[in-house]
């Protein structure tokens, strides 16, 4: 059987070139970066090389990036560090975040450290930037504003840019999780001007457990692992050297090819757009994923006009691996806390939502694999409620 793998937003194949990168630095680099002999100093140049290497690539400070164990370690330091150093007592977020920055801010809402606020989301999945202007109008209370740039399910894009302008006007703190869109878009922090910000390499075909948080200087957030005081007092404990090697590997290599990487994964996306439309009729796509121009274009988040609990594991016998909503939730197969805020009960009941999610590597023979089992699962379907 061939096997298909079609959940690049999930993680990504790590690539060759990453793994010869790090496996070097095993075979060759073992010193504590801690340590002061040279043993310890050849590994920590290797840790500010990268720094330095994806600072220059953000155009920011190389002292505003901090290397973390992941996406959600970077997204929780960030969220606590605001309500616990920073004195914020109230957050502006949504229903749609990934699930380390809904839970962290659900924790520290229900230890009665802020009010949260999540704003109305309307059916396409876009976020209420009028209810967003209002609110930050109120000066009354320290406040943070947490909403991601690209939705890890749905793929809409928000509008960072916009949101930057509203809170450095209202003096307003604001984090967005960045874990889809570095490595996918050539960014600039400085210019889209938000305060906190993080990656993980594995979603850009690095390693997994390594990651990095951009802290803007100004910030002063505090630590959330205490220690040695690695990480310039940051983020305590042994660094990861040959994971952040390979993250910085992982990040040129990305941004280097990101423009043939686009052309490639637009035209496949267009094309499972096309061959969905072709094969299914009826087939619909949740937020703004089926718009190429408003959306992450690596993903695209698939709505069946029929109700399949199962379809998850027809597909992975036929080899094919998809999603059904974030990977980022023990396996669970319930419905999403996303699809859930923009589809109504009833809704949810008539259709069956699935996250495909694409990379450089992706083919039109992979997809045209996909297309033809969900036709089968489809007719299935029809027939059974015939």
Do not use: W
């Amino acid at each position: 059987m061939q096997r298909v793998y079609l959940d690049n937003a999930a993680t990504t194949a790590i690539r060759p070139e990453v793994v010869d990168e790090m496996a070097n630095v095993m075979k060759n680099v073992f010193g504590n970066p801690s340590s002061t002999h040279v043993f310890g100093r050849e590994a920590k140049a290797l840790i500010e090389l990268a720094r330095k290497n994806i600072s220059q690539r953000l155009n920011v400070s190389p002292a505003e990036i901090y290397f973390t164990s992941c996406g959600t370690e970077s997204n929780n330091t960030i969220i606590r560090s605001c309500v616990n150093d920073l004195d914020v007592s109230r957050i502006i977020t949504s229903n749609l975040e990934h699930k380390c920055v809904y839970e962290a801010i659900k924790d520290v809402e229900s230890r009665g450290k802020v009010e949260v606020i999540r704003l109305n989301i309307f059916e396409n999945g876009e976020i209420d930037y009028n209810q967003l202007e209002e609110l930050l109008k109120d000066h009354s209370q320290k406040t943070l504003v947490s909403l991601m740039h690209a939705n890890n399910e749905i793929g809409n894009i928000t509008d960072v840019k916009r949101i930057s302008k509203l809170c450095q006007e209202n003096n307003t703190l604001f984090h967005t999780d960045t874990v889809q869109t570095v490595g996918h878009y050539d960014l600039d922090f400085q210019d889209l001007g938000m305060d906190f910000a993080s990656c993980s390499a594995h979603k850009i075909h690095g390693p997994k457990g390594a990651g990095f948080l951009y802290a803007k200087k100004s910030s002063h957030i505090k630590p959330l692992i205490s220690g040695g005081g690695q990480e310039r007092g940051m983020r305590s404990g042994t660094e990861n050297v040959y994971g952040i090697v390979g993250l910085s590997k992982a990040f040129d290599l990305a941004i280097d090819e990101l423009d043939q990487h686009i052309q490639h994964i637009k035209q496949i996306k267009q094309y499972t757009i096309n061959q969905l439309q072709e094969a299914i009729p009826g087939v619909g796509f949740n937020g703004l994923s089926g718009d190429l121009d408003k959306s992450l274009y690596a993903l695209l988040s698939i709505r069946l006009p029929f109700h399949d609990a199962l379809i998850g594991f027809e597909l992975e016998l036929a080899g094919i691996a998809v999603s059904q909503g974030s990977a980022c939730s023990s396996g669970a197969a319930k419905t999403s806390g996303v699809i859930s805020t923009i589809c109504s009960s009833e809704e949810i009941e008539r259709i069956t939502p699935l996250r495909v999610s694409f990379s450089h590597e992706t083919t039109k023979e992979e997809i045209d694999i996909l297309i033809g089992t969900l036709k089968k699962i489809t007719e299935k379907n029809l027939l059974q409620k015939a």
